[in-house]
């Protein structure tokens, strides 16, 4: 792998838009949870989830960078990560807790989502105090580990998705499982190559990415 090459996986794979790529596989497994027919048949929740999870904390990391409260949007220190965790924090926790007193608004599986990626986001920050994790493994692992979740909770074997006038793409559970799995190691592996972490830090990323994704699932399940 190439250098810039993993500057491209890195930037596809920012922890900011992993909920939204989520909530679209969601979506492609079975649209009927969310009282659809198709993947963009909801675009409410669609607008809350990239709202909240990518827009509004990017725009605060510019505002941040233009206010020199962060000398770069890369975030290479774990003390300029203090205050965008903080922030993104706030915006993760408001659409947590919405989802958590709105049952019906969206599927048990998108709640153990948002819910487990606002801890996994919570706990990094407590980390990053000590070392700097990497957030890329949290949040890629975090969709590893809801994908697991589904095949254990919704009686669906395949995957179907539509991409228009293109066709449509059918996906087995264990082919997507397959697929999530190789872009972990490549999201991680990208991290290494371009020395933003060290591999304690990458493993470190991938416990608390899937044990957030576990706690937040007993937590709604006994809630």
């Not at 996986?9 to 659809?36: D, E, K, R």
């Not at 990094?124 to 979740?149: D, R």
């Not at 799995?181 to 933003?196: D, N, P």
Request: hydrophobic share 55%; charged share 10%; glycine share 6%.
């Amino acid at each position: 792998m190439t250098r810039p090459l993993a500057y491209i996986i890195s930037a596809l794979f920012h922890p900011l838009v992993i909920p939204s790529y989520v909530l679209v596989t969601l979506l492609a497994i079975n649209p009927f949870m969310f009282g659809v027919n198709t993947v963009w048949g909801n675009p409410i929740v669609l607008l809350q989830v990239f709202l909240s999870t990518f827009m509004l904390p990017a725009f605060s990391l510019l505002m941040l960078r233009q206010l020199d409260f962060v000398p770069s949007i890369e975030l290479e220190n774990k003390e300029d990560r203090i205050i965008p965790f903080i922030v993104t924090g706030i915006f993760y926790i408001g659409l947590a807790v919405f989802f958590v007193k709105t049952p019906n608004h969206s599927p048990h599986i998108l709640t153990v989502f948002i819910l487990g990626a606002t801890i996994g986001l919570w706990i990094s920050f407590l980390v990053n105090l000590f070392t700097k994790i990497s957030i890329h493994a949290v949040a890629i692992a975090g969709f590893l580990a809801i994908v697991i979740l589904c095949m254990q909770q919704l009686e669906f074997d395949h995957v179907l998705i539509n991409l228009g006038s293109i066709g449509a793409v059918n996906l087995t559970m264990r082919s997507l499982l397959m697929i999530v799995i190789l872009i972990t190691g490549i999201v991680g592996t990208s991290r290494l190559l371009l020395k933003a972490h060290e591999p304690f830090q990458i493993y470190l990323g991938y416990f608390v990415g899937f044990l957030s994704q576990i706690i937040a699932n007993n937590f709604l399940i006994n809630y």
